[in-house]
């Protein structure tokens, strides 16, 4: 079945940091793929999505590319803030789950001034 | 503005004492679901619902029962809890469940629910 690979966290950075989560995934067919964030004390909120290969989402300064070569959309941001600090979560859907989103296990990111 | 609203936000209870947590979307949503999250394990789907009377299980049901009497409102009910049901649950709406270009799910603030 259709599953997401997240790098485990905690991922530590100082402030103006780049930034890299990486995220692989695996799936039956043409899966659309997104980014959610959680910031402490609250629900998730889309960051960002692609629908099909070679977009790339963006949003807040953050990016990631549908490589679907290498089953990977990895999150990027050139440079974070202290207020960047969350879980960030890599999610896939595709008719295959029955457009049920499967989730990664996230990764939480401290960034410290 | 679009909500998704979760009671309660915080719970500590004992085994065995039943308990309802309440979710209610003011968007007119269609679909809505109810996640649980654990450390290392990402969110897991406890059950859906595709539209009123219409309600199907997700990954991990076990232990949990819901309703979906009004489009409005999905309760997810712990008949028997037990510790390992303590975890962080979402409720989440969205007006299909496909996550097809536009449409965008709505998740609550959460919920932290411990069993002792």
């Known amino acids: 079945g259709d599953s997401v690979t997240q790098m485990e966290g905690p991922v530590t950075l100082s402030e103006e940091a780049f930034l890299t989560i990486n995220c692989t995934y695996t799936?039956?067919?043409?899966?659309?793929l997104f980014w959610y964030v959680q910031y402490p004390g609250e629900g998730l909120q889309l960051l960002l999505k692609a629908t099909k290969a070679d977009d790339k989402g963006s949003n807040k300064g953050f990016e990631a590319t549908y490589r679907k070569e290498t089953t990977s959309f990895h999150l990027e941001k050139g440079s974070v803030q202290v207020s960047d600090s969350a879980v960030y979560f890599c999610?896939?859907?595709?008719?295959?789950?029955?457009?049920?989103?499967?989730w990664g296990a996230g990764t939480k990111l401290i960034i410290k001034p | 503005e679009a909500q998704v609203t979760q009671n309660p936000r915080y719970l500590i209870t004992v085994t065995g004492k039943k308990l309802t947590v309440t979710c209610s979307q003011n968007m007119n949503h269609e679909y809505m679901s109810w996640y649980r999250q654990d450390p290392g394990l990402g969110l897991r789907q406890i059950y859906y619902s595709m539209n009123v009377e219409v309600t199907d299980k997700g990954d991990v049901p076990e232990g949990y029962k819901v309703s979906r009497k009004e489009k409005r409102n999905f309760p997810l009910i712990l008949e028997s809890p037990s510790p390992n049901q303590t975890s962080l649950y979402f409720c989440?709406?969205?007006?299909?469940?496909?996550?097809?270009?536009?449409?965008?799910?709505?998740f609550g603030e959460g919920s932290w629910l411990t069993v002792v």
């Open positions: 799936a039956t067919g043409y899966p659309s």
């Open positions: 999610a896939l859907s595709d008719i295959y789950s029955n457009y049920q989103l499967i």
């Open positions: 989440a709406s969205s007006q299909t469940p496909g996550l097809r270009s536009g449409n965008t799910i709505y």
